[in-house]
Nanobody, 126 residues
Framework: QVQLVESGGGLVQAGGSLRLACAAS????????MGWFRQAPGKEREFVAA????????YYADFVKGRFTIARDNAENTVYLQMSSLNSEDTAVYYC???????????????????WGKGTLVTVSS
């Protein structure tokens, strides 16, 4: 059915930037809240950022501290995560997720989401 495919991960030095993309096979994702979670080695999965279906509503985890920006392009069924000032603590597998008509508050719990990508690895050196 619906598939989410992440891209843009890789190896980057501390202080560098990366832009992750999540493309959905479904072309009617305009009503879906979408966002990103991550899981570092040996740690639990944690919420990173989410964006509402409207596109103006956004929510970020505290640890982002203004470094990350989430955006979406509904025409392309794609959500982006622009990451800057990366540090070693950002090293993790980043997962894209989507949920139909779910509020940002509920989305960031990570529970009851409809679709998950398989993840893309971000490795920050130093």
């Amino acid at each position: 059915q619906v598939q989410l495919v992440e891209s843009g991960g890789g190896l980057v030095q501390a202080g560098g930037s990366l832009r992750l993309a999540c493309a959905a096979s479904e072309r009617t994702f305009g009503t879906y809240t979408m966002g990103w979670f991550r899981q570092a080695p040996g740690k639990e999965r944690e919420f990173v950022a989410a964006i509402s279906w409207v596109g103006s509503g956004k929510y970020y985890a505290d640890f982002v501290k203004g470094r990350f920006t989430i955006a979406r392009d509904n025409a392309e069924n794609t959500v982006y995560l622009q990451m800057s000032s990366l540090n070693s603590e950002d090293t993790a597998v980043y997962y894209c997720a989507a949920a139909s008509r779910k509020s940002l508050a509920n989305f960031r719990t990570g529970y009851g989401l409809d679709y998950w990508g398989k993840g893309t690895l971000v490795t920050v050196s130093s």
